[in-house]
């Protein structure tokens, strides 16, 4: 048998009813003032977030996973291997929090792929760092960029209103020399191929091809924020998880 398939825990989303309530009231609205130009981000990491009232539910309080950073071409197996420490834990959830200003097209669709594999729901929002106490607390994320790609695998994905989901053209750095011999980066673009992948994927996972034709026409030095009606529009996602 797959090892894959053995993992009970994440072909349903445990106790999916009663974790979709609390889910809502962790969502706070607090609003956001995120830019959307990004120098650098920290690589993606992964921890183990408890969504519960520690006084209440002690140690059987529901645990999540939360994502942040920059997805990168390592970033995928990271992730599985994460899963693969922590899934026998009986009160881990297959919810994803996702925080991340983007990365490599090719990654994030690959990490797309990882948490339909797992039957993953995913929430754009992140833990706020002021959360009082050892009860933890989440506020609107963004998920940028390449970022969308990931989401779009997801088995649920959920976009609160407090959270800002952006798209703009695909493209790669590439290290070169100018005329003169000096060392220069320019932007690399896609010939169309990477373009047909990503529309293909995105039909699979129920989302419409016509997002990435959206963002093939939206200049990569800027980043269009979808508004609610283009996130229904496209079936990207809902606001309610």
Same mark, same amino acid.
């Given at each position: 048998?797959?090892?894959?398939?053995?993992?009970?825990?994440?072909?349903?989303l445990?106790? =999916?009813?009663?974790?979709?309530? *609390?889910?809502?009231?962790? *969502?706070?609205?607090?609003?956001?003032? *995120?830019?959307?130009?990004?120098?650098?981000?920290?690589?993606?990491?992964?921890?183990?977030v408890?969504v519960?009232?520690?006084?209440?539910?002690?140690?059987?309080? $529901?645990?999540?996973?939360?994502?942040?950073?920059?997805?990168?071409?390592?970033?995928?197996?990271?992730?599985?291997?994460? =899963?693969?420490?922590?899934v026998?834990?009986?009160?881990?959830?297959?919810v994803?929090?996702?925080?991340s200003?983007?990365?490599?097209?090719?990654?994030?669709?690959?990490?797309?792929?990882?948490?339909?594999?797992?039957?993953?729901?995913?929430?754009v929002?992140q833990?706020?760092?002021?959360?009082?106490?050892?009860?933890?607390?989440?506020?609107?994320?963004?998920? *940028?960029?390449?970022?969308?790609?990931?989401?779009?695998?997801?088995?649920?994905?959920?976009? $609160?209103?407090?959270?800002?989901?952006?798209?703009?053209?695909?493209?790669?750095?590439?290290?070169?020399?100018?005329?003169?011999?000096?060392?220069?980066r320019?932007?690399?673009?896609?010939?169309?191929?990477?373009?047909?992948?990503?529309?293909?994927?995105?039909?699979?996972m129920?989302?419409? $091809?016509?997002?990435?034709?959206?963002?093939?026409h939206?200049?990569?030095?800027r980043?269009?924020?979808?508004?609610?009606?283009?996130?229904?529009?496209?079936?990207?996602?809902?606001?309610?998880?």
């Amino acid at each position: 048998m797959n090892k894959w398939a053995g993992w009970d825990l994440f072909k349903d989303l445990r106790g =999916v009813a009663a974790f979709r309530g *609390l889910c809502a009231g962790l *969502l706070l609205s607090l609003g956001l003032s *995120l830019q959307p130009g990004v120098a650098h981000a920290d690589d993606m990491g992964f921890q183990l977030v408890s969504v519960g009232d520690p006084g209440r539910c002690g140690r059987n309080c $529901p645990a999540v996973i939360a994502a942040e950073g920059e997805i990168t071409d390592s970033t995928p197996s990271q992730f599985l291997e994460f =899963v693969r420490e922590n899934v026998s834990q009986a009160n881990l959830h297959a919810v994803v929090f996702l925080n991340s200003p983007g990365g490599k097209v090719a990654a994030s669709m690959e990490l797309g792929r990882a948490f339909r594999r797992i039957g993953a729901a995913v929430i754009v929002a992140q833990v706020d760092p002021n959360s009082p106490g050892r009860v933890n607390s989440f506020i609107g994320g963004r998920c *940028l960029s390449a970022c969308v790609y990931a989401l779009i695998g997801a088995r649920k994905r959920v976009i $609160p209103p407090e959270s800002l989901v952006g798209i703009h053209r695909m493209f790669a750095y590439v290290d070169g020399v100018d005329a003169r011999g000096d060392e220069e980066r320019y932007r690399l673009y896609d010939n169309g191929t990477m373009r047909s992948i990503l529309s293909h994927y995105t039909g699979m996972m129920g989302v419409s $091809p016509a997002l990435i034709t959206m963002a093939e026409h939206i200049s990569s030095d800027r980043i269009h924020i979808l508004t609610r009606r283009e996130i229904s529009r496209y079936r990207l996602g809902s606001s309610r998880f």
